[in-house]
């Protein structure tokens, strides 16, 4: 079974923090995404990584940062979290074909 | 511009009573569409992948079909524990970047 570990299911912060949301996989797969999830929006792309140490930018790559110094993980970083980041944040895999993309079970961070 | 449109946004059933859940897109090139169930406070959970139109595929209650411009979701006498929101996305650009639809959210009531 693909298994996809986020280090937290709820998280709270305040305004102006830095926060940190790992992810962990056991796949061995390339590719690594960052999505957030808000009702009525769907899923958007955040960030995301092909290959150790690269990353590209997704749709929506404002206010956030990521890390991967090794390839089974992920980070996603909010460098001054704000309100309008409050969400529900899910990271992915998948290989490099066409071949679906497996979640975690997601984090849901709120920012006061 | 790719871009994924689902329907209806929410579909409320009664048990046994059969349905479809409608993904349109527009992309260029499909190189793939998936279906994704989600439970509440759960990350989506692969149900299907499609490749090319004509093609089809069943898992228990579920089967999904593809055209060149849609996919449908059908589900054949729907129990409540079927209720979950189900999401389509197809495959854009290089790296397997998905682009996801809203999503639909289906309550199915005994």
Redesign the interface.
Known sequence: DVKVTQSSRYLVKRTGEKVFLECVQDMDHENMFWYRQDPGLGLRLIYFSYDVKMKEKGDIPEGYSVSREKKERFSLILESASTNQTSMYLCAIGPNSNQPQHFGDGTRLSIL | EDQVTQSPEALRLQEGESSSLNCSYTVSGL??L?W?RQDP??????LF?L?SAGEEKEKERLKATLTKKESFLHITAPKPEDSATY?C?V?SGG????I????TRLAVHP
């Open positions: 190189r793939g998936f994704y406070g759960k990350g989506p959970e692969f992948t490749y999401l996305a495959i790296y397997n970047k998905l996801f639809g809203a999503g």
